[in-house]
């Protein structure tokens, strides 16, 4: 046999491995994760429900999950050990310390500052934008300037292009 015929089954075998690795070694951080477990920890189970360890044995979990509410689960079916802050979001509603993570409403309080601005004073030299209604002379004097540009472009009829 030659090198060539040998070498799709080569990488076959070598993909195979890598994949049972890196299967390897997701088991093996979510054991590590199952034994770091201790009493107090918030804990999520593979069917979703969110519960306090009361208990850590061998094999199995004591859960504590409300009041009067014990629940005893296998190891191996506790999803995910969540931090204190993380728990407390999701399980009470209680969001850590935000004052510093406040984020404005608007980009205008990003750019303010104590002083006025030279760009500010000039805005407020220009005059006023008028949108009242016109009178009837201004309409009378801006259908005229419409018909001259009018007349100095002849008008497309439908069917016809700019393209030459």
């Known amino acids: 046999m030659s090198l060539v015929t040998l ?15 890196s299967a390897k070694k997701k088991q093996q ?3 590590d ?3 770091q477990m201790q009493p107090g920890s ?15 044995s061998e094999d199995t979990v004591l859960l504590d999950a ?4 014990e629940l005893l689960f296998a190891k191996n079916s506790i999803g995910a050990v969540l931090s204190d802050d993380e ?3 999701i399980v ?24 006025p601005s030279d760009d500010a004073s000039a805005a407020s030299d220009d005059k ?3 949108l009242g209604k016109k009178d009837a002379s201004d309409d009378a004097a801006d259908e005229t300037a419409e018909a001259k540009a009018d007349e100095a472009e002849p008008k497309k009829i439908d069917g016809e292009s700019e393209a030459k």
Do not use: C, W
């Not at 409300?66 to 509410?69: D, F, K, L, Y």
């Open 7 to 21: 070498l799709p089954f080569i990488v076959l075998i070598g993909a195979m491995i890598l994949m049972t690795r």
């Open 29 to 31: 951080q979510a054991v």
């Open 33 to 35: 994760m199952r034994n």
């Open 42 to 56: 918030g804990v999520r189970t593979i069917g979703g429900m969110y519960a306090t360890v009361k208990e850590v």
């Open 66 to 69: 409300g009041p009067g509410v």
């Open 87 to 89: 728990y407390n979001r």
């Open 92 to 115: 009470h509603g209680i969001e850590h310390d935000l004052k510093s993570d406040v984020v404005p409403d608007d980009a205008s309080s990003l750019t303010e500052t104590d002083e």
């Open 128 to 130: 006023p934008i008028d």
